[in-house]
RNA sequence: CGGGAUGUAGCGCAGCGGUAGCGCACUUGCUUUGGGAGCAAGGGGUCGUUGGUUCAAAUCCAAUCAUCCCGACCA
């Protein structure tokens, strides 16, 4: 291609939006463009790109089993209706009405729509296991679109969904997916760090991401620094152990309420006391329409709100309001504690005064690590008092205790239980899970066993941002003259730099740029009326793997130069030479 | 949704009571021509929108919309 057909759309300029290496640079490289908030255009170039990763994507999903399909974008509310996600979902999902009122979704994610599809043409269980898959946009009104591709509203996906008779062949289809992604994201040249994950509300067990090791990731992982265990998790995910609690003494004295006055925070009640903030029990109050969610953990860490929404089974929460806790603890907000509370877990409690007396369930819950120990500090649930010697099993008992804490760098590995955990940023590109039977339950899909009985199957379900892994390698590739492109992602394998002058020169470059195309060598010919630097510092920042550069000195020499555009190195090559160069023979 | 900021030419920005400016880009001409050319001449903005204050508003006030940043969602 010739850039007087296909033009660049290069800036000098950064756009002022742009916070990340990949949004700068794609933007000035003119590979996409903002539209509105989270909406992005691609430009020739970043549609070309885009295709080959589709490409690479589709033809990993063949190779590993797949079935392509396509479903509409728009899908209908009943069938989100059934599933109970409706609801659910929030304000994330976008909702529109048709001219008779009925209600829809700009689909988010296809779980509804590809069970409803499987249950109109599965019968038997001869037809299973299928893995159907689609690639095509989705729609999530994101509470804050950020970075470019990597966090959009309109975004290019692929979802596959996959349908078992038993557990042993979705383990089979995931092993097989754990592969194809393994096989897709080398092929698009990006380093990925597969993790363990929480599967959020899509529901289900099993679960890996893969992750896009990145500063700028909204993910935080924790890895194991023994690499012969080699755990690697999210931190939504992992396991919180530390020894750092069972080490203490057991301290005993009789429990006692004592004046903290406007002291609320464990910092300053510590101050007071001098004692440390591990040995305070924090309290952390959530609500949501039905329930009031009290959690208590140690006071020197952060409660994990995944863990905490799993477990109470919540999706719409929020911080408990101070009505709400002073209905629970009877205090201002800032001294609640589990001893002395006027409820317990699964009471109903008056969130308004009568006579609306709108009752919410108290949930209580009790991490792990509070269990055996004494010579604790709680709130007293009594404004401006605190308890100390609080031990548990005597002055309040934890029955059943959870994990609720973010694990951080130091903490314990949860798989080998020796060695110490680092953190890490990421930034997910892939999620593959296992989902169960949540969706094909709910939406009756059933198909016959062997003894002509019914069956409901269980359901696998795979994802890929497109877009994502596109703005992932850049944020992989790239340097401060622009991107740098793996050969199977770039737009084209050769930038040519045309300086020629006088028919002599042109006819040159012609040919060299028909040559390089009859051995199947992708070209871009920049025969533009500029001048060289433009077209070099162009040539960088679109970042082609192949700089080809040719003008008078060629003619003089017979030598045609080449640059690598990752490492920068020249060569001086006969057009036989260059040829076996860009092909890589 | 809470906290912060910004909307002025295609892009990036200045101007912050007296009627619109800079760099890049664009158009034309001449020169130049292997690393973002020089000179000259041009074109382009109801200053996000609406309302108010004022003799006078891009500038002050209010509302509204949009965009971005910091926190809770996800491929």
């Known amino acids: 291609m010739r850039a007087s057909q296909l033009p660049l759309f290069t800036s000098k300029n950064d756009p002022s939006d742009a916070q990340v290496a990949s949004h700068r640079l794609l933007a000035r490289a003119g590979y996409i463009r903002k539209q509105g908030s989270g909406l992005y255009i691609y430009l020739p170039f970043g549609d070309m790109v885009h295709r080959k990763i589709v490409e690479i994507v589709r033809e990993e999903m063949n190779r590993f089993g797949g079935v392509e399909v396509s479903l509409p974008v728009i899908t209908p509310a009943e069938l989100w209706q059934e599933s109970g996600r409706w609801d659910i979902m929030g304000k994330e999902m976008m909702r529109m009405h048709d001219r008779h009122e009925v209600g829809y979704a700009l689909g988010p994610t296809h779980e509804e729509a590809m069970t409803d599809l499987a249950r109109s043409f599965l019968q038997s269980y001869k037809q299973l296991p299928i893995n159907l898959y689609q690639i095509g946009k989705k729609y999530r009104d994101e509470i804050r679109p950020r970075y470019g591709l990597i966090r959009c509203r309109e975004f290019t996906m692929k979802d596959a969904y996959s349908f078992h008779a038993d557990d042993a062949s979705l383990d089979a289809t995931y092993q097989k997916m754990r592969e194809a992604y393994r096989a897709i994201f080398e092929r698009c040249g990006l380093k990925t760090i597969p993790v363990e994950a929480d599967s959020g509300n899509m529901g289900g067990s099993g679960s890996e991401e893969f992750m896009v090791a990145s500063q700028i990731g909204e993910e935080t992982l924790l890895l194991c620094s023994d690499e012969a265990c080699g755990y690697r998790s999210n931190q939504e995910k992992t396991e919180f152990i530390s020894a750092n609690y069972g080490l203490q003494p057991i301290v005993s004295g009789a429990i006692e309420d004592f004046d903290t006055g406007e002291l609320k925070t464990i910092e300053e009640v510590a101050q007071l006391t001098g004692g440390a903030p591990r040995d305070f029990i924090k309290a952390v109050i959530y609500e949501d329409a039905a329930k009031i969610i009290v959690c208590f953990i140690p006071g020197d860490r952060e409660l994990s709100e995944v863990k905490m929404k799993n477990l109470a089974g919540v999706n719409d929460y929020w911080l408990a ?47 792990n690590h509070l269990k055996g120990r004494s010579g604790l500090i709680a709130g007293a649930n009594r404004t401006h008092f605190h308890k100390k010697n609080v031990a548990e099993g005597r002055d309040f008992t934890i029955t059943e205790a959870h994990d609720l804490i973010n694990a951080h760098a130091g903490d314990i590995c949860p798989q080998c239980k020796k060695a110490e955990l680092t953190e890490t940023r990421g930034i997910e590109v892939g999620h593959i899970f296992k989902l169960g039977k949540k969706y094909s339950e709910k939406m009756k899909l059933t198909v016959l066993d062997p003894n002509g009985k019914p069956l409901t199957p269980t359901m696998g379900c795979y994802g890929i941002g497109v877009g994502r892994t596109m703005a992932t390698a850049i944020e992989q590739n790239h340097d401060e003259r622009g991107l740098v492109w793996h050969k199977n992602l770039s737009p084209f394998l050769v930038y040519l730099v045309s300086l020629a002058k006088g028919d002599a020169e042109t006819a040159f470059v012609d040919k060299l740029y028909a040559t390089l195309q009859a051995h199947g060598i992708s070209v871009y010919l920049d025969d533009r009326d500029e001048r060289a630097g433009v077209k070099f510092n162009d040539a960088e920042l679109v970042g082609f793997p192949f700089i080809v550069t040719v003008g008078k000195k060629t003619l003089e020499s017979g030598k045609i130069e080449l640059k690598l555009r990752r490492s920068g190195e020249k060569f001086e090559l006969s057009e036989s030479e260059l040829i076996a160069k860009l092909r890589g023979d």
């Open 321 to 367: 309001s101070e009505e709400t806790i002073k209905a629970v603890t009877g205090a201002e907000p800032g001294y609640a504690g589990p001893v002395d509370l006027k409820y317990k877990d699964g009471d109903a409690v008056s969130v308004t005064a009568p006579p609306t007396g709108h009752k919410k369930t108290l949930r209580i819950f009790f991490d």
